[in-house]
């Protein structure tokens, strides 16, 4: 009897028997778990993804706490838990399941999975939003990408076209896409910057002639400049 | 408005403030004077929206990153993300927490966290948490059952019917209907009881899926799409 002709109940069961086993630093059978996997993903069956989700469950919520960018988000484990079984499921599922041919290529990319949803997370809200703060009436960004990315080249090329010197390129990337603090910059950039007060005198220059920009106010969504500085 | 104590400060020492290099004298100043202190919100206003359009927007995703790592990309895909991690710090970072992180040897002591359930009214930040309304009261029709549950998130509906099944079990269909109803076809849907995941499902083209014999109890229901928030359904009660 072939392994493709086996009950679900069946190969759950063993897949469940040998992931015990590995859990234990025994030797283990792999072949159960990916013919799981394969139901689940490959095939697309519901009730085999649903026992990838009950064997493996306790892992991802090991791996969640492991991960240490997990506790910047205060959320629960849950959240991440879920988002990224999910993120597995869509990144695996019909054809796409052959990146992975092997179980432990399946449960590294499950890992890698709980890693991204931590730190998408992380990159999509902790930069600009204190949650402390946050009102009753505040729209919830979606974890996917909300922001228009045409929006932000257009931004970028006029503030490339304000900013033709290199350096001063380099140090609007720095600032406003990396987001890295002035001491960062002199860290990462040892030798082109002395230290935190260059790069601030630098950045005032930049901002100045990014502020008046009539055509990047106009992108950012601003009313025109103010004549003078007085607003600043 | 005025400064409180002149002369005002200059946009250079705004700036400084801005960056968090400006001399103690310069953060008294702002401290004492609404003035100078509401000129320096309207920099760092400009600054955070400039954030907040740009901040890592021409990044690759964690996940591609991930899938970079795990050496699964093509050669052309994987050259651009090395060409940008040699040049990008916070990908660099983050690279290295990837790896960091997929090579720690697990602990050895088995680990059982606490698992916190759904806090009912918390807004987390990612998922949406659907707010049930009031069953409507129906007539007691030979053969029919109970009105269905109606949730709402967003714009989103979600309306679930349980029907009594076999064993005192239930068969729960539901809908999903939204106004990008595309989004959420082949979505993936989670059914958890006492916190313990029962079944899972895919949404079918009209958004519809079914789960079988689920026991009549309190239920949790998470439904992902491939792209967007996460929408929960908490506390539906298949008993009723």
């Known amino acids: ?232 | 408005m005025d400064c409180s104590f002149p002369p005002p400060l200059t946009t250079e020492q705004l700036s400084e403030a801005t960056d968090g290099v400006a001399e103690p004298s310069i953060y008294d100043h702002l401290a004492r004077c609404p003035s100078c202190a509401a000129r320096l919100a309207a920099a760092q206003s400009f600054e955070q929206r400039l954030n907040r359009a740009l901040y890592r927007w021409d990044c690759p995703t964690s996940q591609q990153l991930s899938e970079y790592y795990l050496g699964i990309l093509s050669e052309p895909e994987a050259e651009a993300i090395r060409g940008h991690l040699a040049q990008c710090v916070r990908c660099g970072e983050e690279f290295a927490s990837l790896r960091a992180f997929m090579t720690a040897e697990a602990p050895r002591a088995k680990v059982e966290p606490a698992r916190p359930s759904v806090l009912p009214g918390r807004l987390q930040l990612g998922e949406l948490i659907a707010r049930l309304l009031p069953r409507t009261p129906t007539l007691a029709l030979r053969g029919g059952g109970s009105s269905p549950i109606i949730a709402e998130a967003g714009e989103v509906q979600i309306i679930l019917d349980a029907k009594p099944g076999a064993e005192g079990k239930v068969t729960l269909d539901g809908q999903v209907i939204a106004p990008d109803q595309d989004r959420w076809t082949g979505a993936l849907v989670v059914v958890r009881q006492s916190g313990e995941v029962l079944q899972t499902a895919t949404l079918d083209d009209l958004g519809g899926f079914r789960c079988k014999a689920l026991p009549a109890a309190t239920t949790e229901l998470r439904l992902a799409p491939a792209k967007g928030p996460m929408i929960v359904v908490p506390d539906v009660d298949l008993s009723r």
């Open chain 1, 1 to 232: 009897m072939t392994l493709a002709s086996l009950p679900l109940d069946q190969i759950a069961q063993r897949c469940a028997e040998e992931t015990q086993k590995f859990r234990q630093r025994q030797p283990s059978d792999t072949q159960f778990c990916f013919e799981l996997f394969r139901r689940a993903l490959a095939e697309g069956l519901d009730e085999a993804f649903t026992q990838v989700y009950q064997i493996y469950e306790r892992e991802v919520l090991n791996w969640v706490y492991q991960y240490h960018g997990f506790e910047q988000t205060g959320e629960s484990a849950d959240l991440f838990v879920n988002a990224g079984f999910s993120q597995f499921y869509f990144a695996l599922r019909g054809p796409n399941f052959a990146k992975c041919p092997e179980l432990p290529q399946l449960l590294a990319y499950l890992k890698t999975c709980v890693f991204s949803a931590i730190a998408q997370y992380v990159r999509r809200y902790q930069k600009d939003i204190d949650v402390e703060h946050i009102g009753p009436d505040w729209d919830v960004p979606t974890l996917s990408d909300s922001r228009d990315d045409l929006a932000a080249s257009e931004i970028w090329a006029r503030i490339c076209q304000l900013t033709p010197d290199e350096g001063d390129q380099l140090l609007a990337r720095c600032r406003f896409v990396e987001g890295l603090k002035p001491n960062e910059i002199v860290a990462n950039y040892p030798g082109r910057w002395r230290d935190e007060r260059k790069i601030s005198v630098a950045l005032h220059r930049i901002r100045q002639r990014l502020r008046r920009d009539p055509v990047l106010r106009q992108l950012l969504g601003l009313e025109e400049a103010p004549r003078d500085d007085s607003d600043w």
